[in-house]
Each structure stands twice: as structure tokens, then as C-alpha cells.
């Protein structure tokens, strides 16, 4: 298995787990407050922020699914736009990128 692919599979995990966090939040909301939360940060943002954050790791964890199956392929750090290689510095800052730099300006 090659670092990369181990590199996504733990984001995805950390992202699942988020996700089950902001959903957790988001059920407490029209109850108690819950004394086990008290020392997360979550407690202290409100449902709107949650919400926006749990949208954009439903996001993220939606493209770093999509990298994942592209690394299985053998093709995680080619271009899915143009065929070109991903220079590994862009890899390494954004691990589940699929489009170089080029075409994810584009
Ligand atoms: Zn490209």
C-alpha cells in the first residue's frame, strides 16, 4: 500500500468520525445540553457553523473517496483533466487532490 493511499484512508477516517461528531451536535441541539461536550470546541460554535463545517467534510470526504479509488487505479497522482502528472509538493499539501495545479485553477 503506498503512503499516499494510507494517507487518504486515515483522512477519510478522521472525516467519518467528524461528521459523526457534527451529527451528534446537531441532534443535541433541541436538547439538554450535553456535560460530556463541555471540553470540545463544538460546544462553543452554533448550529450554523456546524452545519456549514459538516457540509464541507461531507465535501472533502466525498473528493478524498473519489482520490482513493483513483490511487487503487494506479492513477492518484495523474491529472484527471490532463493527464499530467501532480507534482508531489501539491500531493503533499493537498492529499486528495485529483486535478493539478493548473487544471484545479482553471
Ligand atoms: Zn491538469
Known amino acids: 500500500m503506498s503512503d499516499r ?3 487518504l484512508e486515515r483522512l477519510r477516517d478522521e472525516l467519518k468520525e467528524r461528521l459523526e461528531r457534527y451529527r451528534a451536535h446537531r ?4 436538547g439538554a445540553v450535553d456535560k460530556d461536550m ?7 460554535r452554533d448550529d450554523e ?3 456549514s463545517l459538516e457540509a464541507e ?3 472533502e470526504l466525498s473528493q478524498v473517496r473519489h482520490a482513493l479509488a483513483r490511487t487503487r487505479e494506479g492513477q492518484g497522482d495523474i491529472c484527471e483533466r490532463c493527464g499530467e ?5 501539491r500531493l503533499g499539501a ?10 484545479s485553477a482553471a
Open 27 to 30: 441532534q443535541r441541539a433541541d
Open 57 to 59: 467534510a461531507e465535501e
Open 38 to 44: 463541555e471540553d470540545q470546541p463544538l460546544q462553543t
Open 94 to 103: 493537498v492529499p486528495y487532490a485529483t486535478l493539478c495545479r493548473d487544471c
Open 5 to 7: 493511499q494510507e494517507q
Open 85 to 89: 502528472v501532480i507534482d508531489a509538493g
Open 49 to 51: 457553523v456546524v452545519a
